[in-house]
């Protein structure tokens, strides 16, 4: 019985490949042991069950957290662009931001025309925020950027593989709960076969 989960491949992640049973009497011998398997069985699917709830938790978040990096990051680009363009007399750039979750207003913001002196305030988490001169914000919120769309790309995939394999555990745990029932009805007819012949 081990041997049957053991053996089996993993993901790049570690995450194991579901068995599938082809045969049920080729894994249970003695009928004795069907509730040490199945409960094997039901085991190991609750913990893909508890896999993919916390990997759709992850995707859940980054598919939040990389829009915000998106917009911060235009954002930043935008201030870039207009310090770039060098005019000394450039009118204050007007923003429109997101106060709440229903409360929207504008602002003018005065840019200065050094790139050098330009810096940007990022929220980096646990209220923490720290000030950036403007090529260095891009430059961290690029890199934040492409490693939440590589780690979403990841747990999608995960996920993915790991719906496969609860679906392959539960066809698992119908056969071998299928099998015990056959087996007792077959035992049970048996029985009353017996029987009839004493009479």
């Known amino acids: 019985m081990d041997t049957l989960f053991n ?60 829009p915000d990096l998106q917009n911060t990051l235009k954002i930043c680009q935008s201030l870039r662009s207009h310090s770039d363009d060098g005019d000394e007399d450039a009118e204050p750039m007007l923003l429109h931001y997101q106060l709440n979750d229903t409360l929207f207003t504008k602002a003018q913001v005065d840019i200065p025309q050094d790139r050098g002196a330009l810096k940007v305030g990022l929220w980096l988490g646990a209220d923490v925020m720290l000030e950036y001169p403007v090529d260095e914000a891009i430059e961290l919120l690029q890199k934040k950027l492409a490693d939440s769309e590589e780690s979403l790309a990841v747990s999608t995939e995960d996920v993915e593989f790991l719906r496969e394999n609860i679906t392959t555990m539960e066809v698992n745990c119908a056969r071998l709960y299928n099998w015990d029932v056959q087996r007792r009805q077959d035992l049970k007819q048996a029985e009353e076969g017996t029987q009839n012949l004493k009479i």
């Open 7 to 66: 053996s089996t491949e993993k993901n790049a992640r570690g995450i194991p490949q579901a068995p599938f049973i082809e045969n049920v009497k080729d894994i249970i011998k003695d009928p004795s042991d069907f509730e040490l398997c199945f409960g094997k069985f039901q085991e190991r699917l609750s913990k893909y069950k508890f896999m993919q709830e916390s990997k759709m938790g992850t995707v859940k978040q980054l598919q939040t957290r990389i």
